[in-house]
């Protein structure tokens, strides 16, 4: 049984370098979420997918950053022209989809891309 | 908006019970879920509450007031490996399909 896969796992970057993190969710979830977060702070919901579908964006999720997930399977966020202020944890998620969220159907986190920007 | 608050850390002896509180505010309930994440790791479900009342899990249990906006997760017996940080999280409005979180109570179990 795979859970969400993340890759790479850490990454350093230099400031003003574009960066690209892939999420392979749990096979036959429809929703695929992306979240951030950093030291000391719950993860922040940045944008989710239903199936191929980009549904809701946060106000958190500026220009620099894209998310795509083109055949409603893997998903990539990129981030543009790096900033210090982006250095966090990015993690991944996914559901099964179809229904509202509730104990049978909850959210599943991969382990995270850490960011760097030095 | 939506405000989920939860105290930042806690500290508790090995054996002992502990009670991490969260307060909630949405536009709409739909569901309080609490998640445990380990340093470095990531969040992993521990419990969902809709209706008000207690839920039990073995050590774990949850308890919801819809009233009053209001949450707890209760460890028993605790043990050094539950020293990680307890997340609470609600979907923003109702029919949402995404959590909130709040900051998360880091707790440190101690011997």
């Known amino acids: 049984d795979t859970g969400v896969s993340q890759n790479p796992r850490h990454k350093i970057t230099k400031r003003g370098q574009n960066v690209t993190f892939r999420c392979d969710p749990i096979s036959e979830h429809n929703r695929l979420y992306w979240y951030r977060q950093t030291l000391g702070q719950g993860p922040e919901f940045l944008t989710y997918f239903q199936n191929e579908a980009q549904l809701e964006k946060s106000r958190l999720l500026s220009d620099r950053f894209s998310a795509e997930r083109p055949k409603g399977s893997f998903s990539t966020l990129e981030i543009q022209r790096t900033e210090q202020g982006d250095s966090a944890m990015y993690l991944c998620?996914?559901?099964?989809?179809?229904?509202?969220?509730?104990?049978?159907?909850?959210?599943?986190f991969g382990e995270g891309s850490w960011l760097t920007v030095v | 908006g939506q405000n989920i608050d939860q105290p930042t850390e806690m500290t508790a002896t090995e054996g002992a019970i502990v009670q991490i509180n969260c307060t909630y505010q949405t536009s709409g309930f739909n569901g309080l879920f609490w998640y445990q994440q380990h340093a470095g790791e990531a969040p992993t479900f521990l419990s969902y509450?809709?209706?008000?009342g207690l839920e039990e899990k073995g050590r774990f249990s949850s308890f919801l007031s819809r009233s009053k906006g209001y949450s707890y997760l209760l460890l028993k017996e605790l043990q050094m490996k539950d020293s990680a940080s307890y997340l609470c999280?609600?979907?923003?409005?109702?029919?949402?399909?995404?959590?909130?979180f709040g900051k998360g109570t880091k707790l440190s179990v101690i011997p």
């Open positions: 998620a996914s559901s099964k989809g179809l229904r509202t969220l509730s104990s049978g159907n909850t959210i599943y």
């Open positions: 509450n809709v209706l008000d």
């Open positions: 999280a609600s979907p923003p409005r109702a029919g949402s399909y995404q959590l909130t």
